[in-house]
């Protein structure tokens, strides 16, 4: 599939970089509420999962559970959230993100309207923990793509 005029995630790593590999990257979102927000990022412009071949669609799922796993060690979550929309941006990309009982759409989804006030003190908490989670990401990554 060929790149549209304009793609974010073409032309940006579409939030904080995190681990870049040779097809695909691990970003952290900057989405306010949602702390321990990433997305693997597939390099190559394709808009579907069914786009890539069965190898690199086996590799990607790889790296969708590295992070999920990570995630789960390092900021014990009340669930882990799996999404690939593609709606707003027909970029293939992963959505792995931490969910917590307390956080403000808990149960429904972070696109959905929030059902509590945001826990402020909670997320700055979290926020903390992130440069140790990125590291953690880092590590985990560079070994499993070897």
Not at 51 to 75: G, H, I, K, N
Request: hydrophobic share 45%; proline share 5%; net charge negative.
């Amino acid at each position: 599939m060929s790149k549209p005029a304009t793609c974010p995630l073409c032309d940006s790593d579409g939030g904080t970089l995190i681990w870049s590999g040779a097809k695909l990257r691990v970003i952290r979102a900057q989405e306010a509420g949602f702390p321990g927000f990433y997305r693997v990022v597939w390099n190559a412009h394709v808009a579907e999962f069914s786009d890539l071949s069965a190898a690199d669609r086996s590799l990607c799922m790889e790296a969708v559970t590295v992070v999920e796993r990570v995630l789960r060690e390092q900021l014990l979550p009340t669930k882990i959230n799996l999404a690939a929309l593609g709606n707003m941006v027909a970029h293939l990309h992963w959505h792995v993100i931490a969910r917590y009982d307390w956080d403000s759409h808990f149960p429904a989804p972070v696109w959905a309207g929030a059902q509590r006030a945001r826990d402020e003190q909670r997320e700055a908490e979290l926020l903390k923990r992130l440069p140790q989670v990125d590291a953690e990401l880092i590590a985990e990554l560079n070994a499993w793509a070897v």
